[in-house]
């Protein structure tokens, strides 16, 4: 049995996501605080998400 939609929390305004279906290693942004953030397993219709650090390119003195 397969299911149309994960849900996840993020990690850092505790927003609920319901997503389409993904897979590890995927990134999405909370809707809520613009995170992006990164699927870092998928269990049993939930998301395991980890928050991405951006990093800054830096181009220079």
Same mark, same amino acid.
């Given at each position: 049995?397969s299911t149309a939609t994960l849900t996840g929390? =993020? ?21 809520? =605080? ?28």
């Amino acid at each position: 049995m397969s299911t149309a939609t994960l849900t996840g929390v =993020c990690p850092e305004c505790e927003t609920d996501l319901t997503v389409p279906p993904m897979v590890q290693g995927e990134t999405l942004s909370c809707p809520e =605080c613009m995170l992006t953030l990164r699927v870092e397993d998928v269990r049993d219709g939930q998301l395991s998400l980890q928050m991405v650090e951006v990093q800054l390119r830096d181009w220079g003195q």
